[in-house]
């Protein structure tokens, strides 16, 4: 329509390119990717928003998103189409109550993942994402590290689970994932016997034990891909939906149950604050410029050195 002829035009003009997450608005995800972006986790997109040669990043996804790609590209203007577009493991990490936690464990490596603040990532000393978590957290292991380990609960709890790691875990849970529940999916895996549960590890436990593969987005696309199944039972946000139907025509998939299923809403698990992204909001910030995000730079250097070693491990 008018609106994306719009944002095509602007980000010629405005030198700006688009990098989407896999949770947002399906249009953002087809539009990032049509004018040379990327849809993608916070990983690549961060990884892709440093490398890129535009001057101008558009962020569609949740304000850490931003902060990362500001963190790494201070020289960029990062625009996100609505500032306000937290995420609840941010929200429940305070850098006060944080910082005063590592220091009653001086003796553990701080891992924190992605969903935090620039002042909790100035506090850490690794970065990860749900797609490298494993691989690091058993690096470390490897070299005799005891780890602090925030804000994901479960997604901590699976990594301990995984790798038999000493780690001390941060109380914080995803609003979205961790309302999916074990007894719903059984009764939902009854009807479609023949389904595979793919699983994002930021669920409880309980469910993450029902799958037949858990992973980060990237893991979950992979899965689907290459399970031998025509039936997919997801739990994780349903924007992911979007590209798992694109890339597998000829499979089926069913969104897992959570708590909040009605007859209106057959699964609630979606990211309220990925919602607030939309078409309209990326044209405003192009023309306009508004939005951009900013990061104290006084703190820069140092929230940089866990996200830059994540970058270089996974490299
Ligand atoms: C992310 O890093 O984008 C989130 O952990 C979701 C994921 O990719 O699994």
Redesign the pocket.
């Known amino acids: 329509g008018a609106l994306k002829d719009k944002i095509r035009r602007l980000l010629k003009e405005k030198n700006a390119v688009m990098v989407s997450?896999?949770y947002v608005h399906p249009d953002l995800q087809d539009l990032a990717e049509e004018t040379g972006g990327i849809v993608s986790?916070?990983?690549e997109m961060a990884r892709f928003g440093r490398d890129h040669a535009a001057q101008t990043l558009i962020v569609s996804g949740v304000r850490f998103m931003g902060e990362t790609a500001k963190i790494l590209s201070p020289e960029k203007t990062v625009l996100m189409p609505d500032l306000d577009a937290t995420c609840s493991l941010d929200l429940g990490c305070p850098e006060d109550e944080f910082s005063a936690f590592c220091d009653q464990h001086p003796d553990r490596t701080v891992v924190v993942y992605?969903?935090t603040s620039a002042a909790v990532k100035a506090r850490s000393d690794w970065l990860v994402?749900?797609?490298c978590a494993l691989d690091i957290v058993s690096a470390l292991k490897a070299k005799g590290h005891k780890i602090l380990w925030a804000p994901d609960r479960h997604l901590g709890g699976y990594i301990q689970q995984q790798t038999g790691a000493d780690m001390l875990f941060w109380n914080g849970a995803c609003i979205v994932h961790d309302e999916f529940k074990a007894l719903e999916l059984e009764q939902l895996k009854q009807e479609h016997p023949g389904a595979k549960i793919l699983v994002?590890p930021e669920s409880p436990a309980e469910v993450v034990a029902l799958a037949d593969a858990v992973g980060?987005?990237?893991a979950i696309l992979k899965a689907a891909q290459e399970l031998d199944a025509t039936e997919f039972i997801v739990a994780t946000d349903k924007g992911m939906m979007h590209k798992l139907r694109t890339l597998n025509p000829g499979k089926t998939f069913y969104e897992a149950p959570t708590a909040g299923n009605s007859a209106t809403c057959k699964s609630c698990a979606h990211c309220p604050w990925m919602a607030m992204n939309g078409l309209a909001g990326v044209a405003h910030v192009l023309e306009t410029g508004a939005n951009a995000v900013h990061v104290d730079p006084a703190i820069i250097p140092r929230a940089r050195q866990p996200i830059d070693r994540m970058l270089a491990f996974t490299a």
Do not use: E, G
């Open positions: 997450h896999y986790d916070s990983l992605a969903n994402t749900s797609s994002h980060s987005t990237s």
